[in-house]
T-cell receptor, first 111, second 114 residues
Framework: ELKVEQNPLFLSMQEGKNYTIYCNYSTTSDRLYWYRQDPGKSLESLFVLLSNGAVKQEGRLMASLDTKARLSTLHITAAVHDLSATYFCAPSQGGSEKLVFGKGTKLTVNP | DAGVIQSPRHEVTEMGQEVTLRCKPISGHNSLFWYRQTMMRGLELLIYFNNNVPIDDSGMPEDRFSAKMPNASFSTLKIQPSEPRDSAVYFC????????????FGPGTRLTVL
């Protein structure tokens, strides 16, 4: 059974600072997804990582995937308040469409 | 383009009542997923369909839960009888089954069972 661990679960950071969220998973997975959720809202797709070594960037966020280490990272550069949200990683289980979500990292960016 | 549509957005019911949640996937998508989100258990996949056929229902908590997809543009999740522990936000998501398989989520239905 695929298990997903995100670290940290809570992150409070100052505007302008950099930080990295880590997503470890327990069994082989060939695809990994990152989602954002604002309070009381739905999940918004951020990144789709499809192969080992994949790197995607959008604005101040950059995601990477190391399938050999079973690790994905979400790097935040020069954080701004608008990035405050909960971020979820979700690797796919085996070769299926089934995603297994981590518990999420609640990010708060303070002025 | 319209995204995934769910109804109702909020549902308050009493224990023992039947609850039906509805979902319309994005047009052209051929996979549909039902998730439940709670503070305690996080986001859990309940069941998913591909081309209207249930593929994996291992996440359905018990026999009180059932899901159907009678056609490509409509799915229901039914709880009968409902219990207070079923209170959660239920999300429907859809995707186009291909290598990318990116899932797009609906706005969710917030269910409260009193």
């Amino acid at each position: 059974e695929l298990k997903v661990e995100q670290n940290p679960l809570f992150l409070s950071m100052q505007e302008g600072k950099n930080y990295t969220i880590y997503c470890n998973y327990s069994t082989t997975s060939d695809r990994l997804y990152w989602y954002r959720q604002d309070p009381g809202k739905s999940l918004e797709s951020l990144f789709v990582l499809l192969s080992n070594g994949a790197v995607k960037q959008e604005g101040r966020l950059m995601a990477s995937l190391d399938t050999k280490a079973r690790l994905s990272t979400l790097h935040i550069t020069a954080a701004v308040h608008d990035l405050s949200a909960t971020y979820f990683c979700a690797p796919s289980q085996g070769g299926s469409e089934k995603l297994v979500f981590g518990k999420g990292t609640k990010l708060t960016v303070n002025p | 383009d319209a995204g995934v549509i769910q109804s109702p957005r909020h549902e308050v019911t009493e224990m023992g009542q039947e609850v039906t949640l509805r979902c319309k996937p994005i047009s052209g998508h051929n996979s549909l997923f039902w998730y439940r989100q709670t503070m305690m258990r996080g986001l859990e996949l309940l069941i998913y369909f591909n081309n209207n056929v249930p593929i994996d229902d291992s996440g359905m908590p018990e026999d009180r839960f059932s899901a159907k997809m009678p056609n490509a543009s409509f799915s229901t999740l039914k709880i009968q009888p409902s219990e207070p522990r079923d209170s959660a936000v239920y999300f429907c998501a859809s995707s186009l089954r291909q290598w990318v398989n990116e899932q797009f989520f609906g706005p969710g239905t917030r269910l409260t069972v009193l």
